[in-house]
């Protein structure tokens, strides 16, 4: 299971998942809460609910927000709890997309948590899962979809994320 807690809360923490549009949010969110998937739709409303994990104390609150960009203002309404912000990306469409997952990381991820925790506040957690990796062409698949899958979203993000990091230098390859 992705969503994790910080030891030593003094009250229980949200999980947001959050990430592009179309990356496959609420699918997740409608999975890990009613245990089957519901048909992909555009959110216009963040989707919350309580989330039962064997072995630990209570419920967790996992909260789906928008992926569109003037719907993610309601992403700094569950920050001050937020402990984890899981990153959701789809696996298939990552190469064409990392430029605008890269601007949801940087843009609205980090800048929202530093503009809206204190500067005592731990910054939460922040996992990228890759959604749809069963997807990837029948030609790239081999023994270990898994890693295939891990890797090439990690390398696909890193190269994005050192782009952006390097043209804001004014180095620009």
Known sequence: MFVAQRKNQSKPGVSLLTGPPDSGKTPIFSS??????LPANTSM???????TIPGK???????????HPRLQSQFKESLNSAKVIVFI????TISRNAAHAAECITGHIVIETQNVLSPSQPPPALPILAYKPDLIKASLISADTTALTINRVQIILEHELERRRQSQLGNIR
């Open 89 to 92: 990306v789809d696996a298939n």
């Open 57 to 67: 104390k209570g419920p967790v609150q996992v909260v789906d927000v928008p992926g």
């Open 45 to 51: 409303q963040p989707n919350s609910s309580f989330l």
């Open 32 to 37: 890990l809460i009613y245990r089957h998937s």
